[in-house]
Structures are given as structure tokens and as C-alpha cells.
T-cell receptor, first 113, second 114 residues
Framework: GQSLEQPSEVTAVEGAIVQINCTYQ??????LSWYQQHDGGAPTFLSY????GLEETGRFSSFLSRSDSYGYLLLQELQMKDSASYFC??????????????FGQGTELSVKP | NAGVTQTPKFRILKIGQSMTLQCTQD?????MYWYRQDPGMGLKLIYY???????DKGEVPNGYNVSRSTTEDFPLRLELAAPSQTSVYFC?????????????FGPGTRLTVL
């Protein structure tokens, strides 16, 4: 089976840096994805790590360590609009499973002025 | 491109009623998915499809059925609605490539069963 753990809530101030961690247990693993979801909205893709290391996309970076079954999302220069829920998701390695994602419970990020 | 569209946006059902949630994508994606999201929780996979005519169960398939007769459409059928099916339902699609595979989500259907 697969399970993911991430903190339920994180609070930070505007302009700061925040890190959201994700640990996973999985019997088959292809990569770790991150999605953002604003209240009442649809999830939107942020980042994907198939290999160990850091992926950077603007203010957002994501890191993966397969040996530690651990990843994180790093948000820099926080803005009020970054207040949202952030989900890590493990992608099944089995092609016949359609690349399906197993999502964590989500981390609610609150950015304060 | 409209991306992934879902109808209806909101629906209230009585216990025991049935309904179909519609999902259409115009990106020619082979892979489509149905998720449910309960308040304050992550997304749980209900069913998925890797192409027209092929569907398979996800984590929480009980009480639901799907079909995939075309690449574009992936309707989700609820038979005999129960209060436990009150949730927000998201449809998603992806190209299915093994590298940077992104799932694109529809706006969701908010369903209440009373």
C-alpha cells in the first residue's frame, strides 16, 4: 500500500520562506508531485520530482530523497495569495495503473501580513 | 482549450436517488480520473481510465460506476445515493507520459445527499 504524511497546518508571514515536508511509504514509486488548492477551487499542479534533488520553478522549489522516502516543497518570498492547501502525491510506478496518484491529507498554509 | 469541464457544479440529492456526474476534456488525454474530497481531507481516487473502453477501480469505488466510450468523456454514475457520498468530486486528465506527468483538474461538483 501507499501512505503519505504531511503537517496539517503551517503559518508564516509575508516575505518569509516556508518548507512543507512530506514523508511517504509506498510499495511502488515513480515520483513525487505537489499540488496547490485554494479554498473552494480545483487542485493545480506545482512541481514533480522523479529523481533525487531539487526542482526549481520560480518562487517554488521541490526536493526529493528517495533513499529517505522524503520530500519537501519550499516556498520563497511568501505572498498572501500563497495561502492555500498544498498536497504531496505519490505516482504509481506501474504503467498499467494509469499513473494514478495517491494524495496526502494536505497542509493548510496561512500567510499573515 | 476549455481543459477539463464538469457538470453540474452543485447538486442536492435525496437518499436513494441516482445521478451522473459529467466530465469532458478537450486535450486528447488518454488518462482520466475521478476523485472525491471530503472537507479538510486529501483526494481519494474513485475510478480511473487509461483509454477508451478501459476503466479500473481506485481506492474508494463502492457505490460508483464509470464508463469510457470516448477519449473525451468519463462520466461517473452514483446509484442509490447515501449521505456518505456527500463530497466534492473532481475529474482529472493527464497525457500519461512517464516524465513530467501533470494531472489537470476540472472545477469540481459539490454534491450533498440528504
Amino acid at each position: 500500500g501507499q501512505s503519505l504524511e504531511q503537517p496539517s497546518e503551517v503559518t508564516a508571514v509575508e516575505g518569509a520562506i516556508v518548507q512543507i515536508n512530506c514523508t511517504y511509504q509506498t510499495s511502488g514509486f515513480y515520483g513525487l508531485s505537489w499540488y496547490q488548492q485554494h479554498d473552494g477551487g480545483a487542485p493545480t499542479f506545482l512541481s514533480y520530482n522523479a529523481l533525487d534533488g531539487l526542482e526549481e520553478t520560480g518562487r517554488f522549489s521541490s526536493f526529493l530523497s528517495r533513499s529517505d522516502s522524503y520530500g519537501y516543497l519550499l516556498l520563497q518570498e511568501l505572498q498572501m495569495k500563497d495561502s492555500a492547501s498544498y498536497f504531496c502525491a505519490v505516482r504509481s510506478r506501474f504503467y498499467n495503473q494509469g499513473g494514478k496518484l495517491i494524495f496526502g491529507q494536505g497542509t493548510e498554509l496561512s500567510v499573515k501580513p | 482549450n476549455a481543459g477539463v469541464t464538469q457538470t453540474p457544479k452543485f447538486r442536492i440529492l435525496k437518499i436513494g436517488q441516482s445521478m451522473t456526474l459529467q466530465c469532458t476534456q478537450d486535450m486528447n488525454h488518454n488518462y482520466m480520473y475521478w476523485y472525491r474530497q471530503d472537507p479538510g481531507m486529501g483526494l481519494k481516487l474513485i475510478y480511473y481510465s487509461v483509454g477508451a473502453g478501459i476503466t479500473d477501480k481506485g481506492e474508494v469505488p463502492n457505490g460508483y460506476n464509470v464508463s469510457r466510450s470516448t477519449t473525451e468523456d468519463f462520466p461517473l454514475r452514483l446509484e442509490l445515493a447515501a449521505p456518505s457520498q456527500t463530497s466534492v468530486y473532481f475529474c482529472a486528465s493527464s497525457s500519461g507520459t512517464h516524465t513530467k506527468d501533470t494531472q489537470y483538474f476540472g472545477p469540481g461538483t459539490r454534491l450533498t445527499v440528504l
